[in-house]
């Protein structure tokens, strides 16, 4: 490679560095003050996704949210969506590039939620009630999602509509998660379930362990011909 194009080189990173830098926003930055909250040392990444309804989205202190990652709260700009916070995304988490976090009424991830690239969020789905209407044109219906803390989501995994995640629980890798999932679980496949999970005194588990470890109900004593009693 000639020096010229070392030379060339070198200027465009760097040129690339500093525009990445200067069009994050974080707070203070042109732009954040869109948002319903943005806190200290939070950061959504440049280049961005669609972001709009920043209204009603809340981007908690120490939270990174990667490059290309898409936030959106309601149908499109410029619709009021009244009084309540739509998107809520708690303290120290970190959103993996690529990732989709759609809102409509309300999704709420709690504090060091870690996710990987391409996750997508959403507590809205298409329905298909009616046989004769294309589903597209169907009316969406809503229901709330809350991802608890501490926990982590898989690359590529899908959260639907309606699910609850417990504090400190592991999504795997392209999982198709619906419905509510307890405190210190591993949920894994299509569709989602418990496949390991947390409890005192058995520690890390399968959901069978516990029926299996029980101890069996005391037989009944046998009678003189050999049968049992009631």
Known sequence: MSIVKRAVGRLVHRGWAYVREAAALSPGSTGAYRFRGLGEGACVSFPQGAIFGEAWIEIGAHTLVGERVSISAGMGPGVDLGPD??????SGCSIGRGS????????DIGDDVFTGPYVYITDQNHVYDDPETPIGRQWPRNKPVAIGSGSWIGTGAIILPGTRIGRQSVVAGGAV????????SVIAGVPARVVRRHSPGLGWHSPSAIRITAPLPAAAPLTEHGSRTA
């Open 85 to 90: 916070t739509i998107v809520r995304i708690g």
């Open 100 to 107: 989709h976090i759609v809102g409509h009424q309300s999704i």
């Open 177 to 184: 998660v619906r419905g509510e999932f307890p405190d210190h």
